[in-house]
RNA sequence: GUGGUUGUAGCUCAGUUGGUUAGAGCGCUUGAUUGUGGUUCAAGAGGUCGUCGGUUCGAGACCGAUCUUCCACCCCA
């Protein structure tokens, strides 16, 4: 087989077993986003270019797949950008819609689009696959799904607690412990950059700031020095790399350093409240922390941001994250501006932590319980009327389609994992029962329907 | 987008400094066993060595391009 078929890269086929497990997943999302009163909708998978274009900065626009206009696309094209072969400029004129790059910006579209028909405070859940023209790595994919929830108009910082409490949900029924909601806030990086006089290099500074666990302190700095920012701001800022201790050491360590700092003084009250009201309500199996250095997603959040970290050991990255955003709605026009906050679970990166660490219940995938032997035409009708009253009974039962081998019959049950069959041949028939056969055991009985109803239920 | 890495049977992988007809294990098909799967035994099918081009008397092996895999950077779920 040369020319094997073969999918895009970055993208896969799942298996049944594979998507039994997602399922599994998703179903444990689901369920808890409306335990918590959120309403699920659904987006288009691909956008006009203008909605999603400059929302996400530079390296986001050049991860957005861009969808080319139909028709003779290329005789609508301006001569100069054409022979300047300006691939930026000519890539507006060739393409008008592009695929989702992530839930959060649609539906800043869908709340704007349809605001006076939505009641706020509006909490909105929606699980979709996303799109994005990255090179695979581990946990990285050019399709992949994101589960988000979102609460829009309301200010209150309640909404952050709750958020921090769904991650918890989620987590605790996953079986997933020793997860780390890390927290930090949009206000305390600019409160940072503000106090040392790099408010200009706000992103410069926290995309930096961002790598301390990666490069190190040293390499930080470095980054930093070659981002112009000074050395003697640099110097300032350096308790920041040591903090440690409990999220209200932290805390207070912060004040400390942006006791000037409007801003920054406002972002800690955020996270003291958050926190808080955490610690009055208890977690379950997620850890809850302030981490300074989180600083991803910068192009819209302006409050609190979350980010979460898989159990210590796994190799991963981030497996969730989120944030307050107070003017997203205002880029479509909204009239007043609508504050939003809302977190995303990686259902991908998620699956690959629950297989390392073997966390799959089995009763995740759930396959057929009963198969029947197929000895020939009369028997085909006979085990057919049971298998309609088996499922009638909430039992998934199907019987072989084709009168083959008993050896053939029985090794697809076997591989197929199926943990009964049923025999009725002549003998069976002229008695009115049925043979059942416990495959794990090899146990066989004879019994009338109504019994192998109950032996199997 | 940058740098590296990978590709041989359905799967996991051997294949020496370039040399006849490319191998193994597992899986698959058939039989031993016409109403009993897993175990065992026997036989069999299955490959234009990712693709295209080049070097050579000769390429799975060497070179180039391209696609793909995985990893790092950028960025990010």
Known sequence: MAQKPSIPKGTRDFSPEEVSRRNYIINTLRHNFELFGFQPIETPSFENSSTLMGKYGDEGDRLIFKI????????????????????????????????????????????????????????????????????????????????????????????????????????????LKGTTVKMNNRKILSGLAETIGASDKLIDFTV???????????????????????????????????????????????????????????????????????????????????????????????????????????????IGGGGRYDDLTSIFGSNQPLSGVGISFGLDRIYLVLEELNLFPEQAIKGTRLLFLNFGENEALYCLKAVQSLREAGITAELYPDSAKMKKQMSHADKRNINFVVLAGTQEMADGVYTLKNMKTGEQQSLNLQALIKAIS
């Open 208 to 318: 930096a700031l961002d790598k301390l666990d990666k490069i190190g302190e040293e390499g930080v700095i470095t980054e930093m020095l070659s981002k112009g920012i000074t050395a003697e701001a640099i110097e300032r800022v350096k308790p920041i790399f040591k903090v440690s201790g409990s999220f209200a050491e932290k805390l207070s360590v912060l004040k400390e350093l942006l006791a000037d700092s409007e801003t920054g003084k406002q972002g800690i009250e955020e996270l003291q409240y958050i926190n808080e009201k955490i610690e009055a309500l208890g977690l379950k199996t997620v850890t809850l922390d302030l981490d300074v250095t989180l600083a991803r997603g910068l192009n819209y959040y302006t409050g609190a941001i979350f980010e979460v970290a898989a159990p210590k050991g796994v190799q991963m990255g981030s």
């Open 68 to 175: 080319l206009n139909s028709g003779d696309y290329l005789s609508k094209v301006s001569e100069e950008n054409y022979a300047a072969k300006d691939s930026n400029a000519l890539t507006s004129e060739i393409s008008e819609k592009a695929l989702r790059y992530d839930l959060t910006v649609p539906f800043a579209r869908y709340v704007v689009q349809h605001q006076n028909e939505i009641e706020f405070p509006f909490k909105r859940y929606q699980i979709q696959p996303v799109w994005r023209a990255d090179r695979p790595q581990k946990g990285r994919f050019r399709e992949f799904f994101q589960c988000d929830a979102d609460a829009v108009g309301s200010q209150s910082l309640l909404q952050e607690v709750t958020f921090v409490q769904l991650y918890d949900a989620v987590f605790t029924d996953l079986g």
